[in-house]
């Protein structure tokens, strides 16, 4: 896949990129201030590489609007710890959630912090809380998805790469990329899981804000030539799916062409 690998780094944003535009809502400047950092501890959630915006009110009670892109979520010695590319700082940066004071959606709506994990990332800020320590309950569908989310964040985050490497995300990439997953998911498991389809719809609106970054790739890529170098019938659907993914818009431009052909995906519809 060192095609692929070549080609997925040329067209996907690093941490010293500009970020992808985002709406200012009520006409709020980002201002950029020094975030808190905090010891990282071990009991902690890795995250698909959503890029969103934030307001955020730091120890001493100063607020800002910043571009993030998530990374992981950990327990913190007084609340969660979010790990995240600020794009302001254009570096990592550690950020409390319980001074995140919103996430907002495009079109402007603000979503409360313990919600837009619990029905996007689908964790449980409660069990990362240092009040809280037993392990969350949550209903199946999003257990199911979750445990999906987990076995595929490799292969579905190339696929999402490979979508956006045109600068767009069209909905038929989308639903590409979800009938990928959906597929696979027995397969990849001993057996199917109860509520399995519903997962696959609470699985679908955080595909659609993942934005996966080129520092990622290598691991990404390094996990799926191990899975594909062993199992035939994943490489068969991976591949069927990067082809589909590509031809998805209705048409191929050159450097997608020559991809196609050095990987030897079907290239002619």
């Given at each position: 896949?060192?095609?692929l690998?070549?080609?997925l780094?040329d067209k996907?944003?690093g941490i010293?990129?500009?970020p992808p535009?985002?709406?200012q809502?009520?006409g709020?400047p980002?201002?950029?201030?020094?975030?808190?950092w905090?010891e990282t501890p071990?009991?902690s959630y890795d995250?698909?590489?959503v890029?969103t915006?934030?307001?955020?009110?730091d120890?001493k009670?100063?607020?800002?609007?910043r571009?993030i892109t998530l990374?992981?979520?950990a327990?913190?010695?007084?609340?969660?710890?979010?790990t995240?590319?600020c794009?302001?700082?254009?570096?990592v940066?550690?950020?409390?959630?319980?001074?995140?004071?919103g996430f907002?959606?495009?079109?402007?709506?603000?979503?409360d912090?313990n919600?837009?994990?619990?029905d996007?990332m689908?964790?449980?800020?409660?069990?990362?809380?240092?009040?809280?320590?037993a392990a969350?309950?949550?209903p199946t569908?999003l257990s199911?998805?979750r445990?999906?989310?987990?076995?595929?964040?490799?292969p579905?985050?190339i696929l999402?790469?490979?979508?956006r490497?045109?600068?767009?995300?069209?909905s038929?990439?989308l639903?590409?990329?979800?009938?990928?997953?959906?597929t696979?998911?027995p397969?990849?498991?001993s057996s199917?899981?109860p509520?399995?389809?519903s997962?696959m719809?609470?699985?679908r609106p955080l595909i659609?804000r993942m934005r996966?970054s080129?520092e990622s790739?290598?691991?990404y890529l390094?996990?799926?030539?191990s899975?594909?170098?062993?199992?035939?019938?994943?490489?068969?659907?991976?591949?069927?799916?990067?082809n589909?993914v590509l031809?998805?818009?209705g048409?191929?431009?050159e450097g997608?062409?020559?991809?196609?052909?050095?990987l030897?995906?079907?290239?002619?519809r």
């Amino acid at each position: 896949m060192s095609s692929l690998n070549d080609w997925l780094f040329d067209k996907t944003p690093g941490i010293d990129d500009a970020p992808p535009p985002h709406p200012q809502m009520d006409g709020q400047p980002i201002i950029s201030e020094d975030d808190e950092w905090l010891e990282t501890p071990t009991d902690s959630y890795d995250l698909e590489e959503v890029y969103t915006l934030i307001d955020y009110r730091d120890s001493k009670g100063n607020q800002t609007r910043r571009r993030i892109t998530l990374r992981k979520v950990a327990r913190g010695p007084h609340a969660p710890i979010l790990t995240a590319i600020c794009h302001e700082r254009r570096a990592v940066r550690a950020f409390r959630c319980d001074r995140i004071e919103g996430f907002i959606e495009d079109d402007g709506e603000v979503i409360d912090c313990n919600r837009f994990f619990r029905d996007m990332m689908m964790i449980d800020l409660n069990y990362l809380s240092h009040r809280e320590k037993a392990a969350p309950t949550i209903p199946t569908a999003l257990s199911v998805a979750r445990q999906i989310r987990n076995d595929f964040r490799a292969p579905l985050s190339i696929l999402v790469a490979l979508a956006r490497s045109d600068e767009s995300f069209i909905s038929e990439e989308l639903d590409v990329i979800c009938g990928f997953a959906e597929t696979m998911a027995p397969t990849l498991h001993s057996s199917a899981h109860p509520g399995e389809v519903s997962a696959m719809t609470e699985l679908r609106p955080l595909i659609r804000r993942m934005r996966p970054s080129r520092e990622s790739l290598d691991g990404y890529l390094h996990k799926v030539r191990s899975v594909t170098s062993n199992d035939p019938s994943f490489r068969e659907a991976f591949e069927d799916a990067m082809n589909d993914v590509l031809w998805a818009d209705g048409r191929v431009a050159e450097g997608e062409r020559r991809l196609i052909n050095e990987l030897g995906l079907a290239g002619d519809r």
